[in-house]
């Protein structure tokens, strides 16, 4: 059963000119044109396919495309052309901005997203603490999220994501935030998921648990799809690179 299917899909951002208004109304023309012309393209023609219980790691350097596909995987981006379909219950990406709220504490966010994503009042009291201690937030956990560097936030939305109990779970860089013993952690977590036959992807620099963990890896270089297939032979050639 295939869980995860891009077809040729495109993600493109339109950059805001930031000459002013002034700018804008007296070179009226040629603002349109440029207008036009700033489109960034931060993945073009993009197709995979992901099929239940596989574990797929998405490699690749910084800006080429990887945090947007989770995006577009967990439906907090739309694509510009091109075919998404996601099969299954699939845990929330909230440092992406879906979910989080960002003049509310840490804490409330926990309740808040529980209450979104249809805990009950009894189940969001009862995995409150668990959440806190897992992302080791603790002394920040009453302060607003916009105080938090973006390795709390991934942090704090890891550990929301897998109490939600998931078909799909979402990773973005989780291996990489937090000290050495956080990072164990998860990636015990993500075996767990594994073992229990969950669909995972997640984006990693850390090429060995990729290599650990993962069926299959997709190499995005430049916006686009580079290699894919089995962990080994991607990771080699990326390595090799
Ligand atoms: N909201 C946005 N507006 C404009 N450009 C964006 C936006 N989000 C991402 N980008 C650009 O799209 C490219 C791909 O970004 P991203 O998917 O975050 O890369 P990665 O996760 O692989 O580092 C980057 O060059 C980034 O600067
Ligand atoms: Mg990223």
Known sequence: MTRIKFENVSKHYRLINSGGIKTFLFNFVSQIKSYRKNVFHA?????????????????????????????????????????????GRIAP????????????????NIVLNGLLLGMSKKDIVSKVDEIIEFSELEEFIDQPIRMYSSGMLSR?????????NPEILLIDEVLSVG?????????????????????IVFVSHDVGTVEKLC?????????????????????SAYTDE
């Open 43 to 87: 993945l073009e023609d993009i197709s995979f396919e992901i099929k239940d219980k596989e574990v797929v790691g998405i490699i690749g350097r910084n800006g080429a495309g990887k945090s947007t596909t989770l995006g577009l995987i967990a439906g907090v981006l739309s694509p510009t052309s091109g075919n998404v379909e996601v099969k």
């Open 179 to 199: 000290d050495k013993g956080f990072q164990k952690k998860s990636a015990d977590k993500i075996h767990e998921f594994r073992e229990k036959g969950i669909t």
């Open 215 to 235: 069926d299959k890896v997709i190499w995005i270089e430049n916006h686009k799809i580079k290699m894919i297939g089995n962990a080994k032979d991607v990771i």
């Open 156 to 164: 704090l939305g890891f550990s929301i994501a897998i109490q939600t």
């Open 93 to 108: 990406l909230l440092e992406l901005g879906a979910g989080f709220h960002h003049d509310l504490t840490g804490r409330e």
